[in-house]
């Protein structure tokens, strides 16, 4: 019609230019766009949660602790001569004994590190939970440490072996709570204050300390090596371990 004006076409907006190369972000735009990635990364780290590390580490303590049973062996009666006495047989196995006994309690002590930490640790990410995995692979290892010292006592290397194990396990759970107690990560309940977490430090340095002594005396009295852990609960009743 006549009395209508012609539309003029629109021009279009997105040239073949711009959709092949897009125009660079600017400093603010790639800002908030690090800021949305981090925050994605934390959520994502705390889809594991502290209280499924606690389920795994409970199963994991009591079958290592049923496992230390199983070096408590007495020989096949059929193969024995008819005179032999079941209580020479058992003095036989005091070493065995002595070593169940020991692994036992040092057991104990770790999950109780184990529990005493995750009682105020309220929260946990990737790191921390690799932590706690990496500490389960050596509490595993506890009972295979155990048999070796009771079938060789007097052996450096069997002692040696023990001490390390120990060693290691009781400097992970030192690692476990610097990391979850530390400012940056933070992972512990807020109402703990700064005393108890030293406190807590200074007696994760008691396993570590006295295994390093375990390992000193493997070389000069293999044999004893094991009486250096006795120390651990001695160490704790003294002041500086003590809130």
Known sequence: MAGKKKRSPKKSTNNAGDSLFPKPKTKAQQEAADKKAEKVEKTVDKWVSSSRIQSLTDGIFAFAMTLLVFNLILPDPVNLPPETQLNDLLLKQTQAFYNYILSFILLAIFWTIH????????????????????????????????????????????????????????????????YASSDKHRLIDSSVDEQAIEVSKRRGLIVPFVSILALILAFVAPAYTGFCFLLIPILKVFKPFRK
């Open 115 to 178: 529990t005493q930490q995750f009682h105020v640790i309220k929260g946990t990410n990737q790191t921390h939970t690799w932590i706690n995995l990496t500490i389960m692979l050596f509490v595993v290892l506890i009972p295979f440490s155990t048999s070796v010292m009771a079938d060789y006592p007097s052996d450096t290397l069997a002692n040696v072996l023990f001490s390390l194990n120990m060693l290691v396990v009781g400097s992970l759970y030192y690692f476990n709570w610097s």
